[in-house]
């Protein structure tokens, strides 16, 4: 069984969020885990490494 939670929900971020890290404003003390930066300037998507939360950078 792997420790990485589900999360299919897509969050948007605009360019004011960068450099993006998660976990975001939105989750809970509860659930949160170490932050990470996600790199998703080049691609205009992300997914965390530890939750599975997607990120799309909009304009």
């Known amino acids: 069984m792997s ?3 589900s ?12 450099p993006l ?4 404003k939105f989750m809970t003390l509860w659930n949160m ?3 990470v930066y ?5 691609t205009g998507s992300a997914a965390c490494p530890y ?3 997607q990120y ?3 304009k």
């Not at 897509?10 to 969020?17: G, Q």
């Not at 996600?38 to 080049?42: F, S, V």
């Open 56 to 58: 799309k950078l909009v």
């Open 3 to 5: 420790s990485v939670q």
């Open 21 to 24: 890290s998660c976990p975001g």
């Open 33 to 35: 885990h170490p932050k």
């Open 7 to 18: 999360n299919t929900k897509v969050y948007e971020v605009t360019a004011k969020d960068l």
């Open 38 to 42: 996600l790199p998703i300037e080049k």
């Open 51 to 53: 939750c599975g939360a």
